[in-house]
Every structure is written in structure tokens, then in C-alpha cells.
RNA sequence: GCCGGAAUGGCGGAAUGGUAUACGCACACGACUCAAAAUCGUGCGGGGGCAACCCCUUGAGAGUUCAAGUCUCUCUUCCGGCACCA
């Protein structure tokens, strides 16, 4: 018998498979119909770790075995080659980022070719190809001309060890996304997208897509949508007014105050004016919220604020003269950066209201209407309630009937809701969501394709001269000043005006990363196309993605861009719908074996290299896909141990592949032909369901008879085609060992037939009032009679129903007796 | 605080309302061996019993059902998203 030599066997395949262009996808096969299976595209950031295996080796099972189903399947891969972390490396080590990037790309695609992963790297893209970016910057352009893309002094989160702005979505928790320093508040002019214009579009579409909960709800959490009113408030001897957003209409009636956010235009404007009293005061209160970053502005909740002395604002339900405070507790970025305070009715303005002595009324009666009618005691228990909202004990957040508000007075919050912002406002729908930001002050990035003219003002660069090329610069360190490394670029940036002729220079801030990742996925369907990004026909065969499979950390990022993107080529014609990705699901993560993250401070780093050269390629592949199941996001250790188990399940296969082997008797492959077609139903719905762990212990459980009782020639040959997609290079080996002059990847997926799944006979699990006290063995057509009948026949379940009455019996055929007895 | 998800042996995990703990790992014992490794075989949730067998067990408690890990309600803990968002 040979030995199992993974290593050869792995490179001759490898090789083999690479010549005949085995995985090379047309774009359109007779008879089969397309499916587009996509991975994120991974940064070029040194070597492959586990993780990328996982990414890409897993999903690679699905491809296969599509493949074998019949399907032609695009499995693309590619890199995501700009950005701060290919750059801060390459600054690290002192060397060029692009010719850092280009090794990196090189190296890893030598060990991605250690997977056996079926990509077709004809169709490769790389974001820092200028034939790529070419088409990143013409659909910024698009947008430019549509005015999605615009230019505005915006508050920005600014990274000082990136020495670059972020966006929303890159600051977590105060700090940098990439680095993990606290992130500084500072305005500057920056290049927006209106990702807000699409706020709406992108909540209500996740509807119709096939995507885990989980990642519906966070993106309808972060764009964070609620309806209320906006509604004017006249000050008291003036011409102005201020308009507030509320969520709560119903309780206008309630509100006894009005708060501005410090940074609010009116504030200067009353002080300028002389309206205020106490204009020292509040410039002070106004200078100490600038100097505050978001971070302290977060963690410190004291309620602190000023009022505006002499200013008086009009409630317009009542026409009551109201005192106007301002407190960094209003946010000056949402809604329309002023409040309503209905104290008795919300607890951030009760906890103002309480430190700053201000009335309190309450005017929703606790509770809901229909508990006022079922319940005849309502009034007497709610009363007292009411008298301690009113002395300042509590605060009412919840729903009820209107109290003390004129004409509304009686009718219920839903309906107030309408009737009031009907009579004193208007309707409004506000978004926690922000703009995009996406200029950065990097080199590492695609050009912004803008020309600053002083007499056009910000021109698009015309569709001809793109590619903007980055150009090769030799200080492209960032300068930490606001001003990108290109700015330093002098003969790049000088340009003429393409609308005036006259000189002009060109915007030297990058786009963020984000944006290139944003359509690579198109590209990917006509990735040599030099006249459009891809061609509408190509698109049509491949688009919107079947599948896309991608880390959790990108659900309100990349996730959340690519849609709205998408969604703007869609709006602009250049795509065909409005949504990219049909269905996605996010994988889990891979811990070292000390369930930690692995880093190599922490010394738990599992290298790939080291367990291929050790146990093989395939090996790797099948143990991540038993660790756990794929479509969903929860951690697993790398257990070194369990690694090598599925090592010798793969020795199994071996020795029960060699030619010796394959003998036994006719009569016991027939009873193993039942336990071959449940395998075959059970692996092909749970690799469709992407339950690979299952399906590998289908397989297991299978060779686990098959070893015990002797298995065909052809009964083996199924086995190996549903291990094929797994473990693709020892069964394409034992395939043509066999004889096969053809790839085992070239076969037709097995069928599994119903009627060859019956066993000749079934265990049949007999409950006595339905605790299980043994089981039987029946034929599997046996009727409930026969198996009551076994039952009474067999001495220790018998024992149970001696003068006994039996009242009743459950029967499940092939599965469950039940006697009631009693 | 709001919105989601999860909790099953020593470990990773498996179970269309129908024999809970499949499959793998670890562990124990046995075979082979001078010995070890590898391999093969047997056992392996907890408790009681010589045994047949009995009792308990899917985070806690209640409920629905002939039957609940699975459905309903209440609670606990952990994970993810949002959070002074009006």
C-alpha cells in the first residue's frame, strides 16, 4: 500500500489543475445556470494567517460543490491594496508602498495556491491597478456631476497618529478603528458623499433581503431612523424662531423649556444682537464645549448648561413665554440641533429640569387607554402617579391618554401624535446616520479626480485624462498638518483647468479605501474591460451576487457603503439593481487554542504554512470546515488535537481507497447502500445550507461502517466525489488511481434515492407515558398493531404494561411508540 | 436604557416537537510491540444497584403537549449593535 504523501499529492494536483485551467469561468455555460459565490477581497498585509484560510478555503467547499451540481460559478478573488495598513508597514520598514504591496501580493497568492481554492485568477483585481482605480475615480466624477459628491467644512474626526481624517463609521468607541487613538474633533474642508439621501432607501430595502437578522438590525440601528415633527418656536419681541425635532409631538403641551445645542447658529446670532443678557457667560459655556472632545462630552452626564437671559421663546400650542437654555447635552449634528423640553416626559430633560429648578407638567396620563377602560380602579392608582410626576419625584417616558392639553385632551398619544404636528408643525424623518467623508490625508489612496480652479471653482476631472495616476513621490509621509503628501507633489499638482484653461491645481486629499471596495465586485465580472468598469451584458449574467461571504466587522461599513453605492450606479443607470449582495452571511473567527485572539505578543499564533507542510493542505481545509458551523459568527479555537483527527479520517479514506481494500461481500454493500443515500441527502443539504461541520460528520459516520462491514468500488467512488469539494487533491488522486482519466472536480454531484435510504429494518423507540423505556426493532412498513404487539412480546417492556389499561397510543412509523397507560 | 443573538458532557459541537449528548477531541482499559509511537478494539453526562434495571440531567423557574434542548411566559448570565440621537 503507498503512503498518503500529501505534500506530492498536493503539488502535482495543484500543478495539474493550474495547466488545464480547470477553474477558468466562462461567463456563460449551455444548460447551467450562473451563480456568483464572492469572499471578501483581502488586504495584501504580508502573509496568510488563519483567518484568511478560513475566508477563502471554506467558502471554496460551496464553490466545488456548486460546481459539481451543475452550476457555473464564479469564485473571483482579488486585493484590496490601498490603505493605512499596507502603508504605515511600508513607512515602518522604510520602503516604497507600492513595491511593499506588490511583494506582498506575490507572496500570498503563492501560499493562497496551498489551499487548492478553485479562484480564477484570470479575472484578478487589485485596487491599486490604475485600470481599476481608473473606474473608482470616473464614478466618483458621476457623482460629482449629480451632486452626490460635495465639498464642505465638516466637523471631522481626526486620527493624530494616522494624521488623517475618519469617518463615522472608523471611530469606535472614541478611538481610531486602525490604531486605537483617541480621535480629535476638528473642521475641516472635506469631500462628502450623501449616503443621508439614501438613509430611507437603505432601511426599508433590507427588508427584502436574504441576510441574517442580525446584520439588518445593526445597519437599521446605525442609520437610526425615527419620525416625529420639526415645529417652529417664535422668540418672544423678535422676528426669529427656533425650530425643534421631537419624536414626541403629543406632549408639546408639556414642554416648559426650549435647549440649544452650544454650537447652534442662533446662539451667536442672539448674542451679536444684544438679546442676551449674559453674552460673557455663555461665550464661556460655548468655548468650554468646543475644547471638549465627543469622548468626554459622552462619558461626563452631568447635566450643565446656561440660560439665555432676557430670551423667551413662545410654546405655540399655548402661546406661553418659555425661558431658551443651552446645554451640551443637545447634540448640534442631529435633528435640527435644538430641543422641546418636556421634562415630566423624558428623563434627560427631567434630570435638567430637576438641577436647574424649571416646571415640570405633566400632560400624558401614565399608562394606555385600553388599560383605562378594562380596569375601573385606573384612575385612583394613576392619579397619585400623575401628583408625583408633578412634584418632580419621577418622570413618564411611556405612552397614555392626553391630559391638560386643551382640545387633545382625552385622545390618546398615537393619535395626538399626528393631530398636533398637523396643527403646530411638520412632519420630519431624522437619521443618526452621517454623511460619508471620505477624503483622506494619505498617499497610499486613489487621487480625488477634482481640478481646484480659482476661477470654475472644483472641477471633475473630464472622463479623458483618467486615470489620475498617483504619482511616484519621495516623501509620502503624512505631515500631520491637514494637508496630504501629494500637496508637496508641486509639478503633479499644477494642471490647467479643463473648463477655463487656466492654471489650476489638482485636489491632492486620497479617497478613502472604503470607496475602492465599494464595486470590486463588479470589476470582477469583466475585469480587462478598458472602455466601461464592466460591461452591462456581463454584469446582467453574474449580478447581484448569490452569495457573499465576509467578516462581522464590516456589517455597518463596507457592508453599508457598497449598498448605497450600488444604489447610486443604479439611480445613475450604470448598474441593473438596486441592491448587490442577494444573500450574506458573516463567518465566525478563529481563536488560538487558548480561545484568545491570536497575536503574537500572546505567542497563540497558529501558522497555516507550517500545519500544510506538516499534515497538508487538505487537512487545513477540512478541519476548519468541521470546527464549527460557518454561517454563523461565534468563535472557535484551533485545537491542535482536533486537527490531526480529521488527519486521520483523510488516512481512512486513504487506506479504504487502495485497491485491497475494496472487497466484502455483495449482501453487506446492500445494507450499506441505505446508510450511502442518507449520507448523500445529508451532506448535499447541509453543504447547501453551509453546515459543513455536519456534513463532515456524514461522512464520518459513514466510513465509520463502511471500514466494519466491507464497501464497493462504486459505493467508495460516491464518497470520494461528495468528499471532493472538501478535500480536493487526495480524492482527485484516488479518483484517477481508480483509473479515471478525467478530474474528479469534472463529475456530476451523487443523487440520493428515497426508496434506497430504507434500512431492512428500523429501531423503534417505545415510550411508556412518554418516558422512553427501550426500543424495538420492526420493519420499517410496520403498522402500529405489529409494533404494540413487539412490544407486549418483549419480557422487560411488557413488565410496564401488566394490568394496565392502555388509553391511548402515539405511533410515529419508523421512529416512536407512546402507550398511555393508567 | 433600547434592539438582536446565545446558554447542551472534561472540550469543539449535533439533534423536521418524537431514543438528548451524533461526529471529532481528550481520557481510561485492552490488543499488537522487547518497549514506545502509530494503528485497531472497548468504554466514556451524573447518581444508585451483583444484576435486570431505576432515578436525575440541555442556565433557573413555571406553562402548553401523549411527548419540550426545541413552543409560550418570567428570570439569570454572556456576546454583538446603538446609546445624552430628543
Known sequence: MHKYDHTKIEKKWQKDWAKKGLYKTKDKVLGKKNHYLLTEFPYPSGNLHVGHWYAFAVPDIAARALRMQGKNVLYPAGFDAFGLPAENAAIKRGLDPRKWTLQNIAYMKKQMASMGASFDWSREVQTIDPNYYRWTQWMFTQFLKKDLAYRKETPVNWCPKDKTVLANEQVVGGLCERCDSPVEQRTMLQWNLRITDYADRLVDDLDALDWPQQIKDSQKNWIGRSEGAEIDFKIDNTEGSIRVFTTRPDTLFGATYLVLAPEHPMVAQLCANQTC????????????????????????????????????????????????????????????????????????????????????????????????????????????????????????????????????????????????????????????????????????????????????????????????????????????????????????????????????????????????????????????????????????????????????????????????????????????????????????LIMGPDGQKMSKSRGNVIDPDEIVKRLGGDTVRLYLAFIGPFNETGSYPWNPDGVVGVRRFLERVWKLGQPENATGKPAVFKELESSLHKMIKKVTEDVAALKFNTAIAAMMTFINEAERDGISRSQFETLLKLLAPFAPHITEELWRAGGHKKSIHLEKWPKWDEKKMQALTVTIAVQINGKVRGTVSAQPDASQEDVLAIVQGHAPLAKHLENQTIRRVIYVPQRLINIVIG
Request: aromatic share 10%; glycine share 6%.
Open 277 to 588: 443678557a449674559n453674552t460673557t457667560e455663555i461665550e464661556e459655556y460655548v468655548g468650554a464645549t468646543k475644547r471638549k472632545s465627543d469622548l468626554d462630552r459622552q462619558e461626563n452626564r452631568e447635566k450643565t448648561g446656561v440660560k439665555l437671559e432676557g430670551v423667551d421663546a413662545v410654546n405655540p400650542a399655548k402661546e406661553e413665554k418659555i425661558p431658551v437654555y443651552i446645554a451640551d447635552y443637545v447634540l448640534p449634528h442631529y435633528g435640527t440641533g435644538a430641543i422641546m423640553a418636556v421634562p415630566a416626559h423624558d428623563e434627560r430633560d427631567f434630570e435638567f429640569a430637576q438641577k436647574f429648578g424649571l416646571p415640570i407638567k405633566c400632560v400624558i396620563y401614565p399608562k394606555t387607554v385600553a388599560e383605562m377602560t378594562v380596569d375601573p380602579e385606573y384612575k385612583q392608582k394613576n392619579n397619585a402617579l400623575v401628583a408625583e410626576i408633578v412634584a418632580g419625584k419621577r418622570c413618564w417616558s411611556g405612552g397614555g391618554p392626553l391630559i391638560d392639553s386643551r382640545t387633545y385632551t382625552g385622545i390618546s398619544w398615537i393619535e395626538a401624535k399626528k393631530a398636533i404636528t398637523a396643527a403646530f408643525g411638520t412632519p420630519k424623518k431624522t437619521y443618526r446616520l452621517r454623511d460619508w467623508i471620505v477624503s483622506r490625508q494619505r498617499y497610499w489612496g486613489v487621487p480625488i479626480p477634482v481640478i481646484h480652479c480659482a476661477a470654475c471653482g472644483a472641477v471633475p476631472v473630464p472622463d479623458k485624462d483618467l486615470p489620475v495616476k498617483l504619482p511616484a513621490i519621495k516623501d509620502y509621509l503624512p505631515s500631520g498638518d491637514g494637508k496630504s503628501p501629494l500637496a508637496k507633489a508641486d509639478k503633479w499638482k499644477k494642471v490647467k483647468c479643463p473648463q477655463c484653461k487656466g492654471w489650476a491645481e489638482r485636489e491632492t486629499d486620497t479617497l478613502d479605501t472604503f470607496v475602492d471596495s465599494s464595486w470590486y465586485f463588479l470589476r470582477y465580472t469583466d475585469s480587462k474591460n478598458k472602455k466601461v468598469f464592466a460591461d452591462k451584458k456581463k454584469m446582467k449574467e453574474w449580478t447581484p451576487v448569490n452569495l457573499y461571504s465576509g467578516g462581522a466587522e464590516h456589517t455597518t461599513m463596507h457592508l453599508l457603503y457598497s449598498r448605497f453605492w450600488h444604489k447610486a450606479l443604479y439611480d445613475l443607470k450604470l448598474v441593473n439593481e438596486p441592491e448587490p449582495y442577494t444573500r450574506r452571511m458573516n463567518r465566525g
